[in-house]
């Protein structure tokens, strides 16, 4: 069980042990720290594009020349693929891509179309017989404004959900806790996808 060492005396009824106070820390309390310093890539927003153009360091240009397992690839169609995202919302986080660097839903053709919706739905299919995934968060940030990460690059979201994945982690601490390592999940979901293909 993770949890404060003093809480976990005092329920088994010991006095509660002071906090330990760590040089940079700060003042001392009865929090213990996650630290997730590869989250700080995110933030500085470190390999993100230098500019809008497939040849500008766009990541989902690169990633289908990487095999399955460096570049988190589940899944490959003819004109889309799935991926796994690198800073995931919840544990399974997919997402899919089209092969050609276009921005907006609205400069994708119709076979791209067709096959973006298809994965959408063999990603609900495999998230829900891999991890049981009770619901979906499912959608597009078209341009930075709206939330777009990397903007020049469509990509669709499937984050799959849980009942109380969203508790005091994320509310209050802003941290999500992953279950499982990225390349553990990317072969889970890689298996299951053919099944409910």
Not at 136 to 153: D, L, P, S
């Amino acid at each position: 069980m993770v949890g404060n060492g003093a809480e976990q005396s005092e329920a088994a009824g010991e006095r509660a042990a002071e906090p330990v106070r760590q040089y940079g820390a700060g003042v001392p309390d009865r929090f213990q720290r996650l630290w997730m310093p590869h989250r700080m890539a995110y933030i500085k927003g470190e390999d993100k594009p230098a500019g809008s153009e497939s040849g500008e360091g766009c990541p989902f240009c690169s990633i289908p020349s990487m095999a399955d397992a460096d570049g988190l690839i589940v899944a490959r169609g003819d004109s889309v693929y799935a991926v796994l995202n690198l800073y995931p919302y919840n544990s399974g986080h997919l997402m899919v891509c089209p092969y050609r660097h276009v921005a907006d839903y609205t400069e994708i053709d119709q076979a791209e179309t067709t096959e973006l919706a298809s994965f959408t739905k063999i990603a609900m299919r495999t998230l829900r017989a891999a991890s049981g995934a009770q619901g979906f968060n499912i959608g597009m940030n078209m341009g930075g404004v709206a939330g777009a990460g990397i903007a020049a690059h469509l990509h669709q979201h499937v984050v799959p959900r849980w009942g109380g994945d969203s508790n005091f982690m994320p509310v209050i601490g802003h941290t999500k806790v992953l279950p499982q390592l990225l390349a553990e999940t990317r072969q889970l979901l890689a298996d299951a996808w053919h099944a409910a293909s």
